[in-house]
């Protein structure tokens, strides 16, 4: 099946709309998760509390989901849905190259080393 515009417009729509919907049911999951065991505390909002150690990198975030950490969860949740358009960029280059329309894959290859850029160099 050829690579029209109309089939990669499709398959961008499931990619977003996947993207989305596993993020939300990833943060859902978290909430309950947290309700469940946090969710009767008191809450003290006299002291400031940062976020922990492991939930300010993407593989803290991982490894705290996959030991069952609810907070780590959300943040799960959170990284899926920023990284759903940076997906859909990936996959236009692949559909462009695959179309052999060369202006757009350099303008695509730009838009993600931008968004690469700006996710993880930008501001250390």
């Not at 998760?33 to 809450?43: F, I, M």
């Amino acid at each position: 099946m050829p690579w029209s515009d109309e089939r990669v417009e499709e398959i961008i729509g499931l990619l977003l709309r996947g993207g989305v919907t596993i993020s939300a049911v990833t943060v859902l999951a978290g909430a309950i998760w947290y309700l469940a065991h946090s969710g009767s505390e008191p809450l003290d909002y006299r002291v400031f509390r940062g976020e922990p150690a492991g939930l300010r990198s993407i593989g803290g975030v991982v490894r705290g989901a996959l030991d069952g950490h609810d907070t780590s969860l959300i943040q799960l949740g959170l990284l899926l849905l920023i990284a759903t358009p940076v997906a859909r960029v990936a996959f236009s280059i692949v559909a462009f190259a695959l179309q052999r329309d060369r202006a757009y894959v350099v303008i695509s290859l730009i838009v993600l080393v931008v968004l690469l850029y700006s996710l993880f160099l930008y501001g250390r």
